[in-house]
Nanobody, 123 residues
Framework: QGQLVESGGGTVQTGGSLRLSCTGT????????IGWFRQAPGNEREFVAA????????SYADSGKGRFTISRDNAKDTVFLQMDNLKADDTAVYCC????????????????WGQGTQVTVSS
C-alpha cells in the first residue's frame, strides 16, 4: 500500500481559485490511477476527479466539470487539482487516493485515507 499527502488547501472567496497537490511517498505511485475526493461536514465522502497512469485520460464528477482540472507529473510523483470559480458548496476536506481504473476508483479506492487538506469558500 502506498501513501499520499495532500496540500494546497485554504480559504478563498466565491469565484476564487486553488491548486491542490497530492504527492506519493512510495515508488508505486506511477502505477496507479489517482483520484480526488471530498467530504463536507455531515456528508458522505464523494468522488471529485481522477486521472489515469499516463495522464492521457481523466474523469470528473458533474459538480466539477468545467471548473476543475486534474493533472499529474509522474516525475514528481504528484497529482494536481486546479479548482477555479469556486463556490460555497465546494467547501470540504479534500483527499486523494489510488485506484485500479478510472471507473473503479470512484467506488473502490485502494489505500488508507490521509488527513486531507481543508478548502473553505466564503461568500
Amino acid at each position: 500500500q502506498g501513501q499520499l499527502v495532500e496540500s494546497g488547501g485554504g480559504t478563498v472567496q466565491t469565484g476564487g481559485s486553488l491548486r491542490l497537490s497530492c504527492t506519493g511517498t512510495r515508488p508505486t505511485f506511477k502505477g496507479y490511477v489517482i483520484g480526488w475526493f471530498r467530504q463536507a461536514p455531515g456528508n458522505e465522502r464523494e468522488f471529485v476527479a481522477a486521472i489515469n497512469r499516463g495522464a492521457s485520460d481523466t474523469s470528473y464528477a458533474d459538480s466539477g466539470k468545467g471548473r476543475f482540472t486534474i493533472s499529474r507529473d509522474n516525475a514528481k510523483d504528484t497529482v494536481f487539482l486546479q479548482m477555479d470559480n469556486l463556490k460555497a458548496d465546494d467547501t470540504a476536506v479534500y483527499c486523494c487516493n489510488a485506484g485500479a481504473s478510472l471507473g473503479a476508483i470512484r467506488t473502490y479506492p485502494l489505500w488508507s485515507w490521509g488527513q486531507g487538506t481543508q478548502v473553505t469558500v466564503s461568500s
